[in-house]
């Protein structure tokens, strides 16, 4: 068995060239209504089917039944040029790297002057256009522009950009594209069953992964890897250890160290890359590609289903598993991150030490100042009280590597009982625990978390239970109105299952402030919405009526437009379970009235409560504070200038 598949396989008709159809069906038309041109331009990736479509076409054009999009594979043309036929002398392939001068084009224009030896056309297929020079070119142009009746021209060419404008100008230019990995998958499939080997999906998916959208790589790759296989078949076990791609548990290995911050497992992982002689490239390109899996699975919750994630059963469960391990923006910050290191390996020197370097900015992403680290940093303070909560210490869950996440959250829990006037310190979580006072810290955490890991089924039946009933209890009888009693309300919604109306709602602005950071995390999911109110914030609440302040007027006209603001109303629903309705306004215009009512509220009921965020101005706090208090940063030090 011949396994050079490629050149077995060669498409023998338009309809059979994989993944250009684009391409293919136009040309088919032209031939089948005897619309041609006189000369075409194919360009387009190498490996593409570029050099196999000129074929056709010859064969096509030349068919003693045509011109016709299905050659007849039976008159003396069609045999001649059949794939691996001997080829036909009236179909002349010329490579233009090593063809390109001045002489071989002089040459070419005089022999087109012959009629054809025995075939309809003259078919000069001319390779790597892009290497025609200058001056061979112009020896040419009369001819490619008006050519004899019997002549056709077509140029291939991998740059088109580079091709002599004068070319272009004077062709027909079709664009391939690379084959997607669907097309390429079903491709190899058909192949398999052709060549009788049995073959795994998830296999078939990692050679169209390495082929890279190229037919032709693909095919080499799958004809190693059958003829490497054994009585199973094609494999992913067989496929991935032949092609070197990085074993699953080292992926996992990898994930779970970045979503805990663990830096000892993280460069345990390095360590055994470099030490088992795994090529860092492709270490962190099969990374990439994992988180790339972990981002759609967040995305799209069925992505598995949908077949847009292409692995085995078993790792696709460990990939949604990972899914929920990583936050959305630390899931793109570290995508980010990797990205960038694995340009920085091409031709690196030292790879281990990108890759450490790459390891350590991956585990701080306090360090990154831009708006992802920030929202990264934020998910993983989520998590760390969420899983505090879980019934063990805080501190068991977070690893001894990681800095400024752990320490906010271990210190909260004393904060939690203690603390009375820096509410906002903490926006999600200070304001329950305020009340803790009179009950023990530890189900106040909890109280907390599920409105934090946005009700995590499980764990909100959990926390109702632990939830004291008569903090509750008091709070609801004390008031019924937004004004006071915050404390307690606001962890009230989190608790109770379904949505409940605006107008039955307890909750207070203070509580939508404390709660915004989860909602924005309910609204990550969808991107766009996430992009237009990641910086909002709630700035009135009456009447069931939310005012949430962006900052600017443009933003305001595209929630209104785009049906966002729909988005924010249904990711507070989901979060917070109150029904309500959205007014977005612009900040500055919006805080004075807003502000002013909630202070009224707030400072004339219950005065002993702590400021609330929009009782304090702005410009009289320092930027350290503003951060502590925003994003539940902690101060480690400062560094004089
Ligand atoms: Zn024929």
Same mark, same amino acid.
């Given at each position: 068995?011949?396994? !050079?598949?490629?050149?077995?396989?060669?498409?023998?008709?338009?309809?059979?060239?994989?993944?250009?159809?684009?391409? %293919?069906?136009?040309?088919?038309? !032209?031939?089948? $209504?005897?619309?041609?041109?006189?000369?075409?331009?194919?360009?387009?990736?190498?490996?593409?089917?570029?050099?196999?479509?000129?074929?056709?076409?010859?064969?096509?054009?030349?068919?003693?039944?045509?011109?016709?999009?299905?050659?007849?594979?039976?008159?003396?043309?069609?045999?001649?040029?059949?794939?691996?036929?001997?080829?036909?002398?009236?179909?002349?392939?010329?490579?233009?790297?090593?063809?390109?001068?001045?002489?071989?084009?002089?040459?070419?224009?005089?022999?087109?002057?012959?009629?054809?030896?025995?075939?309809?056309?003259?078919?000069?297929?001319?390779?790597?256009?892009?290497?025609?020079?200058?001056?061979?070119? $112009?020896?040419?142009?009369?001819?490619?522009?008006?050519?004899?009746?019997?002549?056709?021209?077509?140029?291939? %060419?991998?740059?088109?950009?580079?091709?002599?404008?004068?070319?272009?100008?004077?062709?027909?230019?079709?664009?391939?594209?690379?084959?997607? $990995? =669907?097309?390429?998958?079903?491709?190899?499939?058909?192949?398999?069953?052709?060549?009788?080997?049995?073959?795994?999906?998830?296999?078939?998916?990692?050679?169209?992964?390495?082929?890279?959208?190229?037919?032709?790589?693909?095919?080499?790759?799958?004809?190693?890897?059958?003829?490497?296989?054994?009585?199973?078949?094609?494999?992913?076990?067989?496929?991935?250890?032949?092609?070197?791609?990085?074993?699953?548990?080292?992926?996992?290995?990898?994930?779970?160290?970045?979503?805990?911050?663990?830096?000892?497992?993280?460069?345990?992982?390095?360590?055994?890359?470099?030490?088992?002689?795994?090529?860092?490239?492709?270490?962190?390109?099969?990374?990439?590609?994992?988180?790339?899996?972990?981002?759609?699975?967040?995305?799209?919750?069925?992505?598995?289903?949908?077949?847009?994630?292409?692995?085995?059963?078993?790792?696709?469960?460990?990939?949604?598993?990972?899914?929920?391990?990583?936050?959305?923006?630390?899931?793109?910050?570290?995508?980010?991150?990797?990205?960038?290191?694995?340009?920085?390996?091409?031709?690196?020197?030292?790879?281990?030490?990108?890759?450490?370097?790459?390891?350590?900015?991956?585990?701080?992403?306090?360090?990154?100042?831009?708006?992802?680290?920030?929202?990264?940093?934020?998910?993983?303070?989520?998590?760390?009280?969420?899983?505090?909560?879980?019934?063990?210490?805080? %501190?068991?869950?977070?690893?001894?590597? %990681?800095?400024?996440?752990?320490?906010?959250?271990?210190?909260?829990?004393?904060?939690?009982?203690?603390?009375?006037?820096?509410?906002?310190?903490?926006?999600?979580?200070?304001?329950?625990?305020?009340?803790?006072?009179?009950?023990?810290?530890?189900?106040?955490?909890?109280?907390?978390?599920?409105?934090?890991?946005?009700?995590?089924?499980?764990?909100?039946?959990?926390?109702?239970?632990?939830?004291?009933?008569?903090?509750?209890?008091?709070?609801?009888? !004390?008031?019924?109105?937004?004004?006071?009693?915050?404390?307690?309300?606001?962890?009230?919604?989190?608790?109770?299952?379904?949505?409940?109306?605006?107008?039955?709602?307890?909750?207070?602005?203070?509580?939508?402030?404390?709660?915004?950071?989860?909602?924005?995390?309910?609204?990550?999911?969808?991107?766009?919405?996430?992009?237009?109110? $990641?910086?909002?914030?709630?700035?009135?609440?009456?009447?069931?009526?939310?005012?949430?302040?962006?900052?600017?007027?443009?933003?305001?006209?595209?929630?209104?437009?785009?049906?966002?603001?729909? =988005?924010?109303?249904?990711?507070?629903?989901?979060?917070? =379970?109150?029904?309500?309705?959205?007014?977005?306004?612009?900040?500055?215009?919006?805080? !004075?009235?807003?502000?002013?009512?909630?202070?009224?509220?707030?400072?004339?009921?219950?005065?002993?409560?702590?400021?609330?965020?929009?009782?304090?101005?702005?410009?009289?706090?320092?930027?350290?504070?503003?951060?502590?208090?925003?994003?539940?940063?902690?101060?480690?030090?400062?560094?004089?200038?």
């Amino acid at each position: 068995m011949s396994l !050079a598949l490629y050149r077995t396989y060669r498409p023998a008709r338009l309809a059979d060239v994989v993944g250009q159809e684009h391409i %293919t069906m136009p040309l088919a038309r !032209a031939l089948d $209504n005897d619309r041609l041109h006189h000369a075409y331009l194919f360009s387009g990736p190498r490996g593409c089917g570029k050099t196999s479509t000129a074929r056709i076409m010859a064969r096509s054009l030349n068919c003693e039944q045509g011109p016709t999009s299905k050659p007849c594979g039976a008159c003396q043309s069609c045999v001649d040029l059949t794939a691996g036929g001997p080829g036909s002398i009236d179909v002349i392939e010329l490579d233009a790297a090593s063809h390109g001068g001045v002489d071989d084009t002089r040459d070419l224009r005089e022999r087109a002057m012959f009629a054809p030896a025995s075939s309809r056309y003259k078919i000069y297929i001319i390779d790597e256009a892009h290497m025609v020079s200058t001056a061979g070119f $112009n020896a040419l142009l009369k001819l490619v522009e008006e050519p004899p009746e019997h002549v056709r021209f077509i140029f291939a %060419t991998t740059d088109p950009d580079k091709v002599l404008t004068t070319i272009r100008s004077r062709t027909h230019n079709y664009a391939f594209r690379l084959v997607g $990995n =669907k097309d390429l998958q079903k491709h190899l499939a058909s192949i398999c069953e052709a060549e009788d080997v049995s073959a795994e999906p998830a296999a078939l998916a990692l050679v169209a992964r390495a082929g890279a959208g190229s037919v032709r790589d693909s095919l080499s790759i799958l004809g190693q890897v059958i003829a490497g296989s054994g009585t199973d078949g094609v494999t992913y076990a067989e496929v991935a250890g032949q092609l070197g791609v990085t074993e699953s548990v080292v992926l996992d290995a990898t994930i779970e160290a970045i979503a805990n911050r663990d830096g000892a497992a993280l460069f345990d992982v390095v360590e055994g890359v470099v030490d088992s002689g795994h090529e860092p490239r492709r270490f962190v390109s099969d990374l990439l590609e994992r988180m790339r899996d972990v981002i759609v699975v967040q995305s799209v919750p069925d992505a598995v289903q949908r077949g847009l994630v292409d692995t085995p059963d078993d790792e696709a469960q460990q990939i949604v598993a990972q899914a929920e391990l990583l936050g959305p923006a630390e899931a793109s910050r570290a995508a980010d991150v990797i990205s960038r290191s694995l340009g920085e390996l091409k031709g690196a020197t030292a790879p281990r030490l990108r890759l450490e370097i790459m390891a350590a900015r991956l585990l701080v992403p306090s360090a990154e100042r831009s708006d992802v680290g920030a929202l990264a940093r934020i998910e993983h303070l989520e998590k760390a009280l969420a899983s505090g909560a879980r019934g063990a210490e805080a %501190t068991a869950s977070t690893q001894a590597a %990681t800095q400024a996440p752990t320490d906010v959250a271990t210190e909260l829990t004393p904060k939690a009982s203690t603390q009375d006037s820096t509410i906002s310190t903490t926006p999600r979580k200070s304001k329950p625990a305020t009340k803790a006072s009179a009950a023990p810290p530890p189900p106040k955490i909890s109280e907390v978390a599920p409105s934090t890991a946005m009700d995590a089924d499980a764990e909100s039946s959990e926390a109702g239970a632990t939830a004291d009933p008569d903090s509750s209890g008091n709070s609801e009888s !004390a008031d019924s109105s937004e004004t006071s009693g915050a404390p307690t309300h606001d962890a009230k919604p989190a608790t109770t299952t379904s949505t409940v109306s605006a107008a039955d709602s307890d909750i207070t602005l203070e509580g939508f402030v404390t709660m915004w950071p989860a909602v924005m995390d309910t609204l990550s999911r969808t991107r766009v919405a996430w992009v237009l109110f $990641n910086d909002s914030r709630p700035v009135s609440w009456s009447d069931g009526v939310l005012a949430v302040a962006v900052d600017s007027p443009g933003k305001v006209a595209n929630a209104a437009s785009s049906g966002h603001d729909e =988005k924010l109303r249904a990711a507070i629903a989901d979060t917070l =379970k109150v029904d309500l309705r959205v007014d977005v306004v612009v900040a500055s215009t919006a805080n !004075a009235p807003a502000s002013g009512t909630s202070e009224a509220n707030s400072s004339s009921n219950d005065p002993a409560d702590a400021p609330s965020v929009d009782d304090v101005n702005v410009d009289d706090i320092s930027g350290v504070d503003l951060v502590m208090r925003e994003m539940g940063a902690t101060q480690i030090g400062e560094i004089e200038h």
